[in-house]
């Protein structure tokens, strides 16, 4: 029978993972990932002769390492996919820091040409 | 929002924390008495450099968080591109350039469009050694080579543009270390845009003083070596010519 210690824990990341989306503080993109990752290791806890079988197919002799080496690509790719987001956001900030800055020089100069008119409520 | 003149100069100058020299450097750009406007990129200064350009006469494009210089001059180049202007120069605001070559950097934009004003070039006493020479001579030879003209100093911020560079700029300029200079610059160059070198003097720096650290250049030299590697490889950028532009729209 199942690894319950195992299986609770899964149980457990899964049931994170559902309430952050439930809240919004998850975006589905990433969500998609970890229920995923969490239901396999479910399935994998409550039936740990799986890993044996898969193990013995693809050739790996001891089945915990099957297991290894897929976390670890899987981090990895995590890992890689949060840099390239990260990057995107960070030229998505850029471009609109840029775009903030001529917004503020252009409106100032406007409002300076009106005598500063209603465009600045703090008179001096 | 466009000027109405279009012979007018942009002269963009990347601020970070410079207030003790950006007024005088404003000023004296001014002062020179020919068609320039100055646009002061306030790179997210905790100090009092906005105010001190706006006082000393300039345009101020204040950024809301630091982006170094790549980042400050892309937003300068959007300013530029937004008001129509057709030529723009960049100058250091701790005024380590002289406002009175200016001119000579700019008339290089007449057969080329971007002109580079550039150390070494058989004018002035700026010299280097070491592993940073090293990486400066490196650099300026395969840039060199890429762009068909001797070219000896490629990290140089004394760089102009014409529209069709700017419009390059804005396709491609890195806010990343070196970005500003030397992937920008091979990028442009591959994408078609021919460069130029004029020789000037450089003037001492009003504040700090250049490293001469071994270690520091040694590291120098690996970033460049690594940023001229990734600017090589780079995709090319299609420029829309603005002169095309303007004549397919009519």
């Known amino acids: 029978m199942g690894n319950w210690p195992a299986f609770f824990l899964a149980l457990a990341i899964v049931g994170v993972v559902f309430e952050m989306l439930r809240r919004k503080k998850l975006r589905e993109k990433y969500a998609a990932l970890w229920l995923f990752v969490g239901i396999g290791t479910l399935v994998l806890a409550a039936f740990p002769s799986l890993l044996t079988i898969v193990a013995e197919r693809v050739g790996v002799q001891l089945p915990s390492n099957l297991l290894f080496i897929i976390s670890i690509l899987l981090l990895l790719g995590v890992c890689l996919h949060l840099s390239w987001e990260l990057s995107v956001v960070e030229d998505e900030t850029r471009t609109l820091a840029e775009e903030v800055a001529i917004l503020r020089t252009m409106v100032e100069g406007m409002s300076a040409q009106d005598g500063d008119a209603p465009a600045t409520p703090t008179t001096k | ?250």
């Open chain 2, 1 to 250: 929002m466009k000027i109405l003149d279009s012979t007018r100069v942009l002269v963009i100058m990347p601020a970070w924390n410079e207030a003790e020299s950006v007024g005088n450097t404003v000023r004296e750009v001014l002062s020179v008495g020919r068609p320039y406007d100055v646009l002061v990129v306030n790179d997210g200064s905790t100090d009092a450099t906005a105010a001190v350009a706006k006082d000393a006469g300039a345009t101020v494009l204040t950024l809301p968080f630091n982006l170094g210089v790549g980042g400050a001059m892309r937003a300068g180049f959007k300013y530029a591109q937004r008001l129509g202007y057709q030529r723009v120069i960049q100058v250091d605001a701790d005024g380590q350039h002289d406002p009175r070559n200016i001119h000579e950097v700019l008339a290089g934009l007449e057969h080329a469009d971007i002109s580079i004003g550039a150390r070494f070039a058989d004018r002035g006493d700026y010299s280097v050694s070491g592993p940073r020479k090293w990486a400066m001579q490196l650099l300026a030879k395969v840039i060199s080579a890429l762009a068909k003209t001797r070219l000896t100093d490629v990290t140089s911020g004394f760089r102009a543009a014409n529209g069709r560079a700017i419009n390059q700029y804005l396709d491609h300029y890195p806010a990343e270390y070196l970005g500003d200079t030397i992937d920008s610059l091979v990028v442009a160059i591959r994408s078609g845009c021919r460069v130029t070198q004029v020789p000037v003097e450089m003037r001492p720096r009003q504040g700090g003083t250049p490293s001469h650290n071994p270690v520091k250049s040694a590291v120098y030299l690996g970033r460049s070596v690594f940023a001229l590697m990734f600017a090589l490889t780079r995709k090319r950028s299609t420029i829309s010519d603005p002169a095309l532009a303007a004549k397919g729209a009519v």
